[in-house]
């Protein structure tokens, strides 16, 4: 392996890391949250409903968080087809010979 590769691998595992450690300290913050209330009741022997309120929006809201949203494709601009722009296709074709050939063109603004 050369250097630029070692360091692609090591770019990559650190990437892992962070993303995991993210959704760990994440994870941890809403058993901290959901503990609080828990605690109360147990060592106080009361409970406070603000505490209970705030703890369990605040896990609510950073579990809701963790969970990826999907992408929407939004087309930039009309669908070219070769049919209807021949020449634009055929210069296409010619720019990228001997590479690969894209499945769809967009025409964007």
């Known amino acids: 392996m050369n250097r630029r ?9 650190l990437t892992l890391c962070l993303m995991a450690g993210f959704y760990c300290l994440a994870i941890v913050m809403v058993i901290g949250l959901l503990y609080l209330p828990y605690a109360e009741v147990v060592y106080a022997n009361r409970l406070h ?6 703890s369990l929006s605040g896990a609510l809201i950073i579990l809701w968080s963790l969970v990826p949203r999907r ?8 669908l070219l087809v070769k049919e209807t722009q021949p020449t634009l296709f055929e ?3 010619s720019v990228a010979a001997s590479e690969c050939h894209a499945r769809s063109i967009w025409c964007s603004k």
């Open 71 to 78: 992408d929407q494709f939004h087309a930039p601009g009309p």
């Open 5 to 13: 590769s070692i360091s692609l691998v090591v770019r990559a595992v």
């Open 91 to 93: 210069a296409i074709s």
């Open 49 to 54: 409903i603000k505490l209970v309120i705030f």
